[in-house]
């Protein structure tokens, strides 16, 4: 995070092709929007852009505070920060606790160093019950969740089946589990589930998984570095790092980095530590921050990728039998295209392409790139951020990040979410700040892609030093919203407000033979002759939680003309037709469509 490589830029960053250039000279209202162009492949009805203006058709606008959104994210000094633990920040969550629905809340919160905190006045986390006519009420007490620390990732699955989502939170000290007890409120069952440590670690991003398809969700924990709260510098300590000549605070380099986790679950709601024989721990130690499971091979079994800070990436292969292999370095996604270790952040998995196969958008430190890794299809992949016109933007420190398709014409863009982590610098004439806006890549549907940041609306120009993102439809209206962690400001909820956006469908998936939140069942919607892809995933952007739902953008077409569910313990597929748009579906394993629902409706 704290030590980046300035990037060289090889041949690759000016190998723009000629439908990039034009796209990238076109004005916004002369978009062709690949979706009609694949309709009107497949012999299907088009209409042509409505837009005639040089504003885009989606907008994306901060409603928080009159969302009700307004408790503060306190992390560590506002002008100086002395250490790396006031400058990592944390995850978010998009979750639907109560199960009605709609997309909740909940908000991780930190600390300040030295502080003491009136009575009541401490920084905690909080949970917001979605109201469903846009607001949200803060339902914290009581809930068991007003809990205080330097909390930092945050992943959400039914670990026990009981048909409640549970919730796992990461921390500088312990983490802990959370069992949903399906009244609003959550337990701490941490020791209970054989998940305490008594020593201090760092947790980072989770996600949970399962990783040997026995219906039962396994955790991945991703530890940071780590740093002994015994031996922090204090407030009068004046040695210091330099970054650009500028004295800052330390690390990551320097500071013993630590060792990811793998827990299995035993199916009786305790896990067992299994991360020396499953090869989690033959990487060694690394600067780990973001995790998520995919699977990325296409073999039917889930791997996971892990974000690293400062190192090589890492890309665990499931072996089929309990045990992983990273392969990063010779899959070609653990370092940038010139061979680099960067300083990964947050990451976002999606098939941008729609070609079958999953493809990988990292974020890195300032000064350098975030990675495009497209899949090859044969297990390797070829960093495409400059070809593909995502390489420009290296001036911010980038962390949350999401495959969203916000107009819904059936091709994920990618919004990536920035905040440097070093305040002194507003002091100095650099071309960074401290503050940054947001920035969306607009999918051309060619393989490349524009950034319309400029377009986007106020909820993307607006500047924050930003870090955890989640990704989601709070108020049920077929659009992409996104919520967003603030250091030392309020959160950011950037609705997605729309004057012509393509139809839609989302889908709730229910395991019953596999996870009950069925995370890692895979859903394949075509219409015509495009086919798009994604699996139900724990943990994503940086150390957050996005809705659990899969959303999948129709274009101009009413209906999708096939939906395929591949369910992931037993690999059953079924296959639906003419399924109608605008609809949110739940379709529970080996019994159908279950409820359809139109949108604004519970």
């Known amino acids: ?12 960053a000016f190998l723009l092709g000629s439908a990039l250039t034009e796209a990238l000279a076109t004005p916004l209202w002369k978009w062709t929007d690949p979706s009609l162009l694949q309709i009107a492949k497949s012999g299907a009805t088009t209409t042509k852009p409505s837009s005639t203006t040089g504003t885009a058709p989606v907008q994306f606008v901060d409603v928080a505070a009159k969302a009700g959104l307004t408790s503060p994210g306190v992390w560590g000094g506002v002008d100086h920060k002395r250490s790396i633990i006031e400058a990592k920040g944390s995850g978010i969550a998009f979750f639907d606790y109560d199960h009605d629905g709609w997309l909740d809340i909940y908000l991780t919160n ?4 030295d502080t003491q905190w009136p009575k009541g006045k401490a920084p905690t986390s909080h949970l917001y019950k979605n109201n469903r006519d846009g607001t949200f009420t803060d339902v914290t007490e009581g809930s068991g969740l007003a809990i205080r620390g330097w909390q930092t990732g945050v992943c959400v699955g039914d670990y026990n089946n009981d048909g409640w989502d549970d919730l796992f939170c990461c921390f500088w000290g312990h983490n802990i589990l959370f069992h949903n007890n399906g009244n609003g409120t959550f337990t701490d069952v941490t020791r209970k589930a054989g998940l305490y440590r008594d020593e201090v670690r760092w947790g980072a991003g989770c996600t949970f998984l399962d990783y040997d398809r026995d219906g039962f969700l396994d955790l991945f924990v991703c530890n940071y570095l780590k740093l002994d709260p015994q031996h922090m ?21 320097g500071l013993p980095p630590d060792t990811n986790l793998l827990f299995h679950n035993n199916g009786n709601g305790t896990f067992t530590d299994v991360s020396d024989q499953s090869g989690i721990l033959k990487p060694g130690p690394r600067y780990s921050i973001t995790a998520v499971s995919y699977d990325f091979d296409n073999d039917g079994w889930p791997d996971i990728y892990v974000a690293v800070d400062s190192q090589p990436s890492i890309l665990f292969k499931n072996n089929h039998d ?37 493809d990988i958008f990292k974020t890195n430190f300032a000064d350098d790139s975030s990675n495009l890794y497209h899949c090859n299809g044969d297990g390797t992949y070829t960093d495409v951020s400059f070809t593909a016109g995502v390489g420009g933007n290296n001036q911010y420190v980038a962390w949350g990040c999401g495959f969203l398709d916000y107009d819904n014409n059936g ?10 982590v070093y305040p002194e610098i507003d002091n100095y004439h650099f071309s960074q700040s401290y503050k940054n806006p947001r920035i969306v890549y607009r999918n051309l549907g060619n393989g490349s892609f524009q950034d319309v940041s400029s377009h986007m609306g106020p909820g993307i120009a607006e ?20 919520l967003i962690l603030n250091m030392n400001d309020p959160p950011s909820l950037i609705q997605n407000v729309s004057r012509h956006r393509g139809n839609w469908i989302k889908i709730k998936l229910v395991g019953t033979k596999c996870n009950r939140t069925a995370i890692g069942a895979r859903v394949k919607v075509t219409t015509g002759k495009h086919t798009q892809m994604d699996e139900v995933h724990s943990g994503t952007s940086v150390m957050s939680q996005s809705d659990l739902r899969l959303h999948f953008g129709l274009g101009t077409a009413t209906v999708a003309d096939v939906v395929e569910v591949k369910w992931p313990t037993t690999q059953l597929v079924e296959r639906f037709t003419r399924v109608a748009a605008n609809r949110i579906l739940t379709i529970r394993e080996g019994h159908g469509i279950v409820q359809r629902t139109m949108p604004g409706n519970t």
Request: charged letters at 20%.
């Open 1 to 12: 995070m704290l030590l980046p490589r300035r990037r060289f830029l090889g041949s690759s």
């Open 110 to 113: 930190g600390d300040r160093l």
């Open 233 to 253: 510098n204090t407030s009068d300590d004046s040695h210091f790092c330099q970054w650009k000549g500028v004295p800052v605070m330390c690390g990551p380099r």
């Open 322 to 358: 309990g045990t992983f292999t990273d392969v990063a370095v010779e899959a070609g996604c653990a370092y940038s295209d010139g061979g680099h270790e960067q300083a990964g952040m947050g990451v976002a998995v999606g098939d941008y392409d729609c070609d079958g196969w999953f």
């Open 411 to 420: 091709w994920l863009d990618v919004m990536q979410i920035n905040g440097h």
């Open 463 to 482: 500047k924050f030093s930003s870090r955890g993102a989640a990704f989601g439809d709070y108020d049920n209206d077929g659009g992409i919203d996104a």
